[in-house]
């Protein structure tokens, strides 16, 4: 059964948002969030809010300490994000910070994933391009 259900998961990710200095999650972004949801294209698998003082002591965030905006995330964690995915996530965030760490599915490539592991593929490399790093490439190739 459980191999079954792996074979109709897509790809899974996490990413790590951080807030630096005086700017803090407001849940402006979650109305997109909740629109990839929606829409079939991402499936939230967990999430944990980070805040890393400024003399470095992490603590993680329960939801309600966020207020009310996060509030339609509430029942979306699975739980399985664990101390030290909070350790290893915070050690990449500056003092006096705020971070939102998400694991998602993409959702949108299951079929594809479980097609290609059904012919026997398999990923051999996965990797992401920064943002300022492809606008950089673009504006090389434009001069």
Request: no cysteine; hydrophobic share 50%; proline share 3%.
């Amino acid at each position: 059964m459980a191999e079954e259900v792996v074979q109709e998961i897509g790809p899974i990710d996490y990413v790590v948002v951080e807030w630096s200095g005086s700017k803090q999650p407001n849940g402006e972004a979650l109305p997109h969030l909740i629109d990839l949801v929606e829409r079939g294209i991402i499936r939230i698998i967990d999430f944990a809010f980070i805040m890393k003082s400024e003399d470095g002591t992490v603590a993680q965030l329960a939801l309600d300490e966020l207020g009310a905006e996060f509030a339609i995330l509430d029942g979306a964690s699975a739980d399985l994000i664990g101390d030290s995915d909070v350790a290893e996530a915070s050690s990449v965030l500056e003092p006096g910070s705020a971070a939102a760490l998400l694991v998602y599915e993409n959702a949108w490539a299951a079929q594809f994933a479980a097609a290609l592991r059904g012919n026997g593929a398999q990923v051999v490399a996965t990797g992401r391009i920064p943002y300022d790093e492809f606008v950089a490439a673009l504006d090389e190739v434009e001069a």
